[in-house]
């Protein structure tokens, strides 16, 4: 779930196959969601549709459209937008679903709108907005907080709410549902600290190309390795504390952890950083 709302999302996080619940101002997990879930698209539509059948169903929950929609909408965020309304489109057809929650009627685009089927329209600011929905103004009843109009059939309900919140409920559920065969992805951010051996991998050398661990991948998070080919050159660049100094040295010391037959040779000056570890 992505929570751009006030936050009430946060009550669903202890159910054993919720994912994790992203805040407004968490970009770096709602990043790893976008991508992860257009990698997964993908893998899927590749299975065929027998293997797609066996395959976990996998729901989106985003409160605060508008708000999401905006934090995106600019040159930096133009590719994860394109991922994600991609996954909105095409997801359902392989198990991917997503459910909206926004604030306007105008707040989801026309082309996404109309691959919904299932709307609700609930309060309104002008009983006019629900023509947009097909409703006329006179068709509209007294619409109390938690009444909605169901698009389509025109149908009225009222949204039931658990007894005693829904954090509650959210905990007496966890309590006594048990955990899914295939536990969900955690949307986690990555460490800002990492030790060579915690990665649980050691460098490559015997033959060409040569890879050699320095960290952890955000999309996996699984060991990243630096692939060096016969003949290149690598090249980690940034300013003044950022890190390229400690990068070398996991570089060498990952080498010689692997081979105590390399030669290591540093040029650096006084302020390059720590010594060496060889």
């Known amino acids: 779930a992505m929570d751009f709302?006030?936050?009430e999302m946060a009550a669903v996080g202890p159910l054993p196959h919720t994912g994790a619940v992203i805040l407004a101002a968490e970009r770096e997990r709602q990043t790893r969601l976008m991508r992860y879930l257009r990698a997964e698209l993908d893998r899927r539509r590749d299975l065929?549709?027998?293997a797609v059948r066996q395959e976990p169903a996998i729901v989106t929950f985003v409160d605060g459209w508008s708000s999401l929609a905006a934090e995106y909408n600019d040159l930096a965020g133009t590719a994860l937008w394109e991922a994600f309304t991609?996954?909105?489109?095409?997801?359902?057809?392989?198990?991917?679903?997503?459910?909206?929650?926004?604030?306007?009627?105008?707040?989801?685009?026309?082309?996404?709108?109309?691959?919904v089927r299932q709307r609700l329209a609930l309060r309104?600011?002008?009983?006019?907005?629900?023509?947009?929905?097909?409703?006329?103004?006179?068709?509209?009843p007294e619409m109390v907080p938690g009444r909605a109009?169901?698009?389509?059939?025109?149908?009225?309900?009222?949204?039931?709410?658990?007894?005693?919140?829904?954090?509650?409920?959210?905990?007496?559920?966890?309590?006594?549902?048990?955990a899914p065969s295939r536990p969900p992805?955690?949307?986690?951010?990555?460490?800002?600290?990492?030790?060579?051996?915690?990665?649980?991998a050691t460098a490559r050398?015997?033959?060409?190309?040569?890879?050699?661990?320095?960290g952890v991948a955000e999309s996996a998070r699984a060991a990243a390795h630096l692939v060096a080919y016969q003949g290149e050159h690598a090249l980690f660049?940034?300013?003044?504390?950022?890190?390229?100094?400690?990068?070398l040295l996991t570089v060498a010391a990952a080498c010689r952890a692997a081979r105590s037959d390399i030669r290591v040779v540093a040029v650096a000056g006084p302020s390059a950083g720590s010594a060496a570890p060889w």
């Open 5 to 7: 709302g006030a936050g």
């Open 48 to 50: 065929g549709a027998a």
């Open 86 to 115: 991609r996954v909105f489109a095409d997801g359902p057809e392989v198990g991917l679903y997503t459910v909206v929650a926004a604030d306007r009627t105008s707040a989801v685009s026309h082309a996404l709108s109309s691959l």
């Open 124 to 140: 309104l600011g002008d009983k006019g907005d629900y023509s947009s929905f097909g409703i006329r103004m006179a068709s509209v």
């Open 149 to 178: 109009i169901t698009v389509g059939t025109h149908q009225v309900v009222q949204i039931a709410r658990p007894a005693g919140g829904a954090e509650a409920a959210a905990r007496r559920l966890a309590a006594t549902v048990p």
């Open 185 to 200: 992805v955690r949307m986690d951010v990555l460490a800002t600290e990492m030790r060579l051996a915690d990665l649980g």
């Open 205 to 214: 050398l015997g033959a060409r190309p040569w890879t050699v661990p320095i």
């Open 237 to 247: 660049v940034g300013p003044a504390r950022s890190g390229k100094s400690t990068a």
